[in-house]
């Protein structure tokens, strides 16, 4: 993450899940299979145990790297920390349960997440850092947002979708302050609407420096979030409405 920031990242974007012990980590699936060398879920693990863990990259070669606790990734990001930029991360809270939050998938057999718990901790250690005016966060659930607005009301919050833009942005109008929305469901006009009711506008997660082109220059997003970080300062460059970050 750190080397995106040196790089030109206006912010790095991460997931956050909880550990079977309660210790919050970075953890993009409910699974460790993809992400890791491990096996299992992430909430049927205590920290010990997953933080032994390599991790593996887009192709599924292992890396040194391994599986972090939060902390530890406010302890490398902190010192990144600037005024200049609108924010230094965008946090997802990942909620697994059911319909609810992300999806697992129809035969998903983890533990449903303790979502409260995991909002209450995260609020906790932005706030022990000093950091929680200085991030943003994601969910697709709306009872994390909703607890995010009610123990901390000046945090920014968004709200992810994939499918239905138009419908999340309904949803978002009054209640959030962002959407974050998949780039290829997402038009010119949802974007127009979302901005004309004040909500930020966040597309995930273009590939292709011309789709971000597209998005900054005609769309007017007020950001992207990619895994792409060469070919959207490229496309910022061009046209950038506002900054990206990876």
Known sequence: ?????????????????????????????????????????????????????????????????????????????????????????????????????????????????????????????????????RVFFTSFDDRVLDLIKKESPKSVVGLLSDFRPGHAIKRAIGRYDAVSLAAEHLTADEVKNAHQHGLLVYAWSPAKEEEMEKLFAVYQVDGVITDNLPNALRACKKSCYNRIHE
């Open 1 to 133: 993450m750190t080397t995106a920031l040196k790089e030109g990242a206006s912010a790095v974007e991460f997931d956050l899940q909880l550990s079977r012990d309660g210790v919050v980590v970075l953890a993009h699936d409910d699974k460790l299979q993809r992400m890791t060398d491990g096996h299992g879920c992430v909430a049927d693990k205590d920290f010990t145990e997953l933080e032994k863990l390599s991790l593996r990259d887009g192709t599924g070669k292992v890396h040194p790297d391994h599986m972090a606790g939060f902390r530890e990734a406010l302890e490398a990001l902190k010192s990144y920390d600037d005024h200049h930029r609108p924010f230094l991360a965008d946090i997802h809270i990942k909620v697994y349960d059911g319909f609810k939050g992300d999806w697992g998938g129809v035969h998903d057999t983890c533990p449903v997440t303790k979502y409260a718990e995991l909002t209450h901790k995260t609020l906790a250690v932005l706030k022990a850092y000093d950091l929680l005016d």
